[in-house]
């Protein structure tokens, strides 16, 4: 918000003064490079790092000289290789599920996801529930040679409710369970919603015969008006063939409101489940490998690529830095302006890196959370540099609003691809990257500006003149997600109406 009293710009404890301090840092980060731009980058870095915070030693300062490096050399991979699939079809969001895929097979994927205590919970809980599905009263596995059936409720429900964990739903199943004695023509399964607390949004009966004619026999005999007919997956269209009028599925959710959906299974994978049970005592429990990589990743890729609002955000970033120079006339500098047309940046993105990451050790700037790695502020720094370069082209009329936005979609994604396999390595779960969404674009649009003007006045206001252009289509996908954007930090609004009025 603007703080009447100084005309600073504050987006939750980012301030205009934050801004000058890291700025001032930058500048002699690349001019550091500038002086040693034929030198290795970890060389000069480390004495940039070490003569920056010379509490640290030697040691430590060549550690995050290296970390800073080897994140940038890996988000540059990554970036290369999302826009060559993207050349042949490949989505942003099918990409990190594979990336992510890929770093973590063979690990449970508990240890990724923003949600994963809620959803452990859920596992937990849903495990329980089979448990006390196949069990009788005294503890031995029942022999109900019906088990499949009542297996099949339950299994719905546990996928059903797992996967509207991962989407963020506000919908949870369960199992309807009488009082006393199931009544005829009773309801299985239910949807409820746990935000409004509305109870049987939607409804189902179950029935898993051994085949399609003995499961339409078992529907034909009860009146289940009012009800979705749930039946086995490979049965499924043979019986809405039987059942025209009817609604008939092979899984719980994807109706109206309700988009999450249960696994669908067939009759002959439960039936497999309640031999396990019966002959082996082998409950089967839900795991994250049930439900792992690409699904969450999928779900990732779509937050990570709601250029949208990062748009807003970075512009917001980079209308800070322009009032920082408003006036100010600065020279053109060859070496900064070739690298970043060039590409070949890796020292401007260390130095952007190197900034950040003094700048959040010193506590110059708190809107890092405490403990974030140096490796997670390069690559940071790296969108920040490669967004600016996106500005650039929109600015030269080389992009149109919507290839920008498509562009820095991917420049955030291929961020994430990198952070959530280390955070799955390291264990930290991908709940310490929830702040990127917000901090990411908003420090980005800072270090882009910055960026751009140490090229020069004229670089850094066709940058400036870029992000102007890309806001506006920014804003009107804003609107279109405006419960979204209500969570994106205070002042956002004004900030904007203030800088680009």
Not at 249 to 267: A, C, F, H, L, M
Not at 454 to 463: E, M
Request: proline share 2%; glycine share 10%.
């Amino acid at each position: 918000m603007e703080n009447q009293n100084t005309d600073e710009i504050t987006f939750d404890d980012l301030s205009e003064k934050e801004v000058k301090e890291v700025n001032e840092i930058y500048k002699r980060f690349i001019k550091k490079y500038k002086e040693n731009k034929d030198r290795k980058v970890e060389e000069w870095l480390k004495e940039q790092l070490q003569e920056e915070m010379p509490d640290i030693d030697s040691d430590e300062a060549e550690k995050l000289s290296k970390d800073i490096v080897n994140s940038i050399q890996e988000y540059d991979k990554d970036y290369a290789d999302l826009n060559e699939k993207s050349k042949h079809g490949v989505t942003k969001e099918k990409w990190l599920s594979d990336k992510i895929t890929d770093a973590t097979k063979g690990m449970a994927v508990n240890s990724v996801g923003q949600q994963l205590d809620e959803i452990n919970a859920v596992l937990e809980m849903g495990n329980r529930q089979m448990e006390r599905v196949v069990m009788n009263m005294d503890g031995n596995i029942s022999q109900n040679p019906c088990l499949d059936g009542y297996m099949a409720e339950q299994y719905h429900v546990n996928s059903f409710n797992a996967n509207a964990v991962l989407e963020g739903s506000q919908y949870r199943a369960r199992v309807c369970e009488p009082d006393g004695a199931y009544g005829k023509n009773s309801v299985d399964i239910a949807v409820d919603n746990i935000k409004t607390g509305e109870k049987g949004i939607l409804r189902y009966q179950s029935k898993y015969g051994k085949d399609a004619a003995a499961t339409e026999k078992l529907l034909a005999e009860g009146n289940y008006n009012n009800q979705r007919l749930l039946v086995p997956e490979e049965q499924l269209k043979q019986l809405k063939e039987k059942f025209p009028t009817k609604s008939v599925t092979d899984r719980i959710g994807g109706v109206g409101d309700v988009k999450t959906q249960s696994n669908p299974i067939t009759k002959e994978k439960i039936k497999e489940l309640q031999k396990q049970v019966q002959n082996e005592n082998n409950i089967p429990k839900e795991d994250w490998n049930q439900y792992k990589n690409e699904k969450l990743a999928l779900e990732l890729g779509k937050k990570a690529g709601q250029a949208g609002v990062k748009a807003a955000l970075f512009a917001s970033g980079v209308g800070i830095i322009s009032k920082l120079y408003k006036g100010e006339e600065i020279e053109a500098d060859e070496v900064v302006k070739t690298a970043l047309e060039t590409g070949a940046d890796t020292g401007i993105k260390a130095a952007a890196g190197g900034a950040l990451t003094v700048a959040s050790k010193k506590k110059i700037i708190n809107i890092f959370p405490e403990g974030t790695l140096p490796s997670t502020i390069a690559k940071v720094a790296c969108v920040a540099v490669e967004d600016a370069k996106i500005m650039l082209k929109v600015a030269k009329g080389e992009f149109t609003m919507t290839e920008a936005l498509d562009k820095m979609g991917r420049t955030s994604v291929s961020m994430y691809a990198g952070l959530s396999a280390s955070a799955v390595g390291t264990g930290i779960g991908a709940a310490a990257l929830g702040f990127i969404p917000i901090v990411g674009p908003i420090l980005g649009g800072v270090i882009g500006g910055m960026v751009g003007y140490s090229a020069g006045t004229k670089f850094g206001q066709k940058v400036y003149d870029g992000a102007k252009k890309v806001v506006e289509k920014g804003k009107e996908l804003v609107h279109k997600a405006a419960d979204k954007v209500r969570s994106i930090g205070r002042g956002l609004k004004n900030a904007l109406t203030s800088i680009f009025s």
